[in-house]
């Protein structure tokens, strides 16, 4: 049978796709643009903010680890002995067989190029951490290699495999879990010494709470600072060692400030701390 069409009908009719125009289509990238304006510095914050946890994680994973290791050494927190030997108004700047590579000798007095990190590395060598515990995500450093060669080594191969300071254990004592509870043990690294050999950095000048005194890791906002009795603080001034001492400078009674008032010190190749409860985190 045929089907006639009815008059009239003349099939589906195309209708015409209208496009974007120039206009709109600028308008539609200007939009997105925004959104990628706003957003992105949202989402950057948020990493950081991340980072910053997982720093404070790490800082409190070595105070455990520093924790062990004084309970099997009579109390002592890590100490090299050489450490305490150079230190005594000695440079502490990365030099010699620490400077890129790493140290196959154990460290003796006679060394003078045995910075402070040579006791964090007992951690690594004993088998208390990985050498990934002690780097800040928020920086560009890299972690030393692991493995069984660690055991083989006396230091870290650079300061750019170490994204922190450490108090100094120069002067009169060796830093003890018995030490106030509240006195620092490691922090964010300082700005004083935040060069690849750990060398003084010049133009800045100790000041309570001044934010050029404040550390380099995440964007001298913030220092993390992990304390004697194993906490992790944060704050956003330098002034967290005891009595508010300033932690990147040392105090000593007569020089770098008026006695009774130890928040500011000074910072420099003499690295002798006189005070006995003075927090100083160097290189």
């Not at 680890?65 to 990365?94: E, H, K, R």
């Not at 934010?211 to 913030?222: A, F, I, L, P, T």
Request: glycine share 10%.
């Amino acid at each position: 049978m045929a089907f006639s069409q009815a008059p009239g009908w003349k099939g589906c009719a195309m209708t015409n796709k209208r496009a974007f125009t120039l206009v709109e289509l600028l308008t539609v990238i200007a939009i997105i643009m925004l959104l990628v304006a706003i957003l992105v510095p949202a989402l950057t914050r948020a990493i950081e903010l991340a980072r910053r946890a997982i720093c404070s994680t790490r800082l409190s994973a070595i105070g455990k680890a520093m924790a062990l290791y004084a309970g099997a050494n009579d109390s002592c927190f890590p100490v090299a002995p050489a450490v305490i030997w150079t230190g005594q108004g000695a440079s502490n700047s990365w030099t010699g067989k620490t400077n890129g590579k790493y140290r196959t000798t154990e460290p003796v007095p006679t060394d003078s190029d045995v910075p402070v990190t040579a006791s964090q590395w007992l951690l690594v060598r004993g088998g208390n951490l990985s050498p990934t515990a002690f780097i800040c995500p928020s920086t560009d450093d890299t972690a030393d290699e692991p493995g069984t060669a660690s055991y083989e080594y006396y230091d870290f191969s650079s300061r750019d495999h170490i994204s922190y300071s450490f108090q100094m254990p120069y002067g009169r004592y060796v830093p003890t879990n018995m030490d106030p509870p509240m006195r620092g043990l490691a922090a964010d690294k300082s700005p004083f010494y935040d060069t690849p050999t750990g060398a003084l950095v010049g133009g800045i000048t100790p000041a309570k709470n001044d934010e050029s005194n404040n550390s380099n890791n995440h964007m001298k906002e913030v220092q993390n600072v992990l304390f004697v009795d194993g906490h992790v603080d944060r704050d956003k001034t330098a002034n967290m060692g005891v009595e508010g001492d300033h932690i990147y400078t040392r105090y000593r009674l007569g020089a770098g400030g008026a006695a009774g008032t130890p928040t500011i010190g000074e910072v420099g190749n003499n690295l002798l701390i006189e005070e006995l409860y003075d927090t100083f985190f160097g290189p």
